[in-house]
């Protein structure tokens, strides 16, 4: 058994794919509709056969609900590994990418928060334990 997807909710599915892909630097995987219905994913370009982020509307009442309640607790939504937070904060911040938390050392991890601006916060980590 593996992980193949998970999912993010998204205000707008259109500016979180320019945001993941433009800003972020993943790929877009899966893009098709039905009806009003869009499966979009994206995956890292480190390991495009691995999990896919699945950009999912938050048109749901309770994915936007759930959505809203962790960033209004200051929650990330969703952590991503990095080898080097300041750097890839530097690199994101000189893009325009707005940080709620700057790089921070925690036990046990090196950490910092950005905002997608389509609801989320993502926090990007590395691990400085094992």
């Known amino acids: 058994m593996r992980i193949k997807w998970t999912k993010l ?7 979180a794919l320019q945001f993941y892909t433009e800003m972020l630097g993943f790929q877009k995987k899966a893009d098709f509709s039905q009806g009003n219905y869009r ?43 990095v080898s080097d937070v300041q750097a890839e904060h530097d690199r994101l911040a000189a893009k325009g990418v707005k940080f709620t938390m700057p790089v921070t050392s925690t036990t046990g991890s090196i950490i910092a928060v950005l905002d997608d601006t389509c609801g989320n916060l993502i926090q990007l980590t590395h691990l400085t334990w094992g």
């Open 9 to 15: 909710y998204v205000s707008d599915q259109e500016k």
């Open 39 to 81: 499966w979009l994913t994206v995956a890292s370009p480190e390991d495009p056969e691995g999990v896919e982020l699945i950009l999912e509307s938050n048109a749901n009442p309770a994915g936007k609900a759930y959505q809203e309640a962790l960033h209004s607790q200051g929650q990330p939504a969703a952590q991503f590994l």
